[in-house]
């Protein structure tokens, strides 16, 4: 039967003594070493750069289109300095459809910066992390986490979930809050580096799995009798619903027409291979005059378009 109340979650989730793992830790680390996703980038040995290029790859982007990709790209460039040597074009067409291709060039500039100021080696503290091109709290935390074992509290929105639900006891974790979501993580976070490395994957791959947006699966989840929200017997959101958001007709859907273009043609295309049909003239200008914006593509002095040098 359901407990009308939640007992005091964050007593049974936390625990204060370094060699004792709460029992929260417990229960996801053991899920997580039977029921883990086999994953290239978790494999022993990837190197800190893989470990970047997925976490950049994985924003906004599902494991199964991010495979390929990822694989093609590290074939190529296994190491920052072999992107930083070829050009920003060159990462803009590997992208291919992964979506939000500025990813690429933010990627690309990471790697001139790590072999610039690093010696070509991903660095290993927070601050020079966080220091690289297009690299946020989220990918500097990962980083540590997945790559060095690292005890760093690694926030995405599956994590955002799964705490909300099991330590506060709320069905949505509401808009990100930057500070407060990796305090949170933060107090339940496992003292030693090792553990906490391993909390944090197991409990992304949890909201990733089990304790998903739509319809969790509590009857198979390895925290249900510690859940808040089950507990308290899933009281409904109280606010609007968040909403995924359509891809079809918009500005995104254009931009990825014109890239497929670009990326299609061994150099710069005319400005009429642009013009690919789409029946709304004003969008499709706008879409093309924001990628030239965002550096995505150039536009050549003789009226052609190419992708970045
Ligand atoms: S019991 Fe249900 S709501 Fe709670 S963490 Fe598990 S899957 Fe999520």
Avoid at 140 to 151: H, P
Wanted: glycine letters at 8%; hydrophobic letters at 40%.
């Amino acid at each position: 039967m359901v407990s009308p109340t939640p007992p005091d979650s964050m007593a049974i989730v936390m625990t204060t003594d370094a060699d004792t793992p709460s029992p929260l830790a417990n229960a996801l680390t053991t899920w997580f070493a039977a029921e883990a996703r086999d994953l290239p980038w978790r494999r022993p040995g990837t190197s800190a750069w893989a470990v970047l290029v997925s976490e950049v790859m994985l924003q906004q982007t599902p494991v199964r289109r991010v495979m390929p990709t990822y694989r093609t790209w590290l074939d190529r460039w296994p190491t920052p300095s072999d992107l930083a040597a070829d050009s920003p074009g060159e990462a803009v067409r590997m992208w291919g459809k992964l979506g939000y291709p500025g990813r690429a060039l933010r990627l690309h500039a990471c790697a001139m910066a790590i072999a610039d100021e690093h010696g070509g080696t991903v660095p290993e503290r927070l601050e020079d992390l966080l220091a690289l091109p297009g690299v946020g709290d989220y990918t500097a935390r990962a980083v540590l986490a997945f790559a060095y074992r690292r005890r760093a509290a690694v926030v995405d929105t599956n994590v955002r979930r799964v705490l909300t639900r099991a330590i506060q006891g709320r069905a949505e974790p509401g808009r990100p809050a930057g500070a407060r979501d990796i305090a949170l993580m933060e107090s339940v976070l496992p003292v030693e580096d090792l553990d906490a490395a391993g909390f944090c994957a197991a409990t992304m791959e949890l909201g990733a799995l089990v304790c998903t947006a739509g319809t969790p699966s509590c009857s198979s989840c390895p925290i249900a009798s510690l859940c808040a929200w089950r507990l308290a017997d899933f009281p409904a959101h109280p606010g609007p619903v968040a909403r995924s958001q359509r891809f079809a007709g918009t500005d995104r859907q254009v931009r990825g027409l014109l890239m497929d273009v670009l990326r299609a043609a061994d150099g710069p295309v005319p400005a009429e291979a642009l013009d690919i049909g789409w029946p709304d003239r004003r969008q499709l200008e706008r879409a093309r005059d924001s990628l030239i914006t965002d550096g995505l593509i150039d536009p050549l002095p003789d009226g052609r378009y190419s992708l970045p040098s």
